[in-house]
């Protein structure tokens, strides 16, 4: 059974620039949460969404954010990067509204 | 205040001690805990999770919770020099296990000498 799927593993953007990050959750899985993760401030959760919409939210900018697809996979988007936004970013996926979140391997952001 | 506190560690124990991490909450509505283990360059993977005072035991592993106190822990007994990783504490609004929003820690670094 495949896992959490995230693409791309790393990337390197400018400031400025803006950045979309692709989830794909286990199959059968209808929620998608995402997660930001950096040395300072652990894991802080950016959003989630189940069967298509955002059901929570973190307290991040506008600048941040997210969607869903029929198949359930996600995609989240940072615009006008800034270098705080360097961080491991994690996709989590489960199959409903409740129960274990299995987690993707993350994809590293670096702003230069 | 954070509102998940976790010490950063290092915990330095030795194989086959006994290993207890410690986490506190700030919000009294809280209603799930969870632990998860990473490893250098993984992703989070749950090791068991609690919503109701006392402790519950899965193998190596016994999770107590106190909600008076606010204050969660988890104990490695016989610890391995695999279970050396940074554990997190995360802890939801919602009960039943639920994960929607979780509020995780900074996480603690253990590592088991041989």
């Known amino acids: 059974k495949a896992g959490v799927t995230q693409t791309p593993r790393y990337l390197i953007k400018t400031r400025g620039q803006q950045v979309t990050l692709s989830c794909s959750p286990i199959?059968?899985?209808?929620?998608v949460s995402w997660y930001q993760q950096t040395p300072g401030q652990g894991l802080q959760f950016l959003f989630e969404?189940?069967?298509?919409?955002?059901?929570n939210k973190g307290n991040f900018p506008g600048r941040f954010s997210g969607r869903q697809f029929s198949n359930s996979r996600s995609e989240m988007n940072v615009s006008t990067l800034e270098l705080g936004d360097s961080a491991l970013y994690l996709c989590?996926?489960?199959?409903?509204?409740?129960?274990?979140?299995?987690f993707g391997e993350g994809s590293r952001l670096t702003v230069l | 205040q954070k509102e998940v506190e976790q010490n950063s560690g290092p915990l330095s124990v030795p194989e086959g001690a006994i290993a207890s991490l410690n986490c506190t909450y700030s919000?009294?509505?809280?209603?799930?805990f969870f632990w998860y283990r990473q490893y250098s360059g993984k992703s989070p993977e749950l090791i068991m999770f609690?919503?109701s005072n006392g402790d519950k035991e899965d193998g190596r592993f016994t999770a107590q919770l106190n909600k008076a106190s606010q204050y969660v822990s988890l104990l490695i007994r016989d610890s391995q020099p695999s279970d050396s990783a940074t554990y997190l504490c995360?802890?939801?609004?919602w009960g039943g296990g639920a994960t929607n929003k979780l509020i995780f820690g900074t996480g603690t670094l253990l590592a088991v000498q041989p």
């Open positions: 989590a996926s489960r199959r409903g509204e409740t129960g274990e979140l299995f």
């Open positions: 199959s059968g899985h209808r929620s």
């Open positions: 969404y189940f069967s298509e919409t955002q059901r």
């Open positions: 919000d009294r509505g809280s209603q799930s």
């Open positions: 609690i919503y």
């Open positions: 995360a802890v939801n609004l």
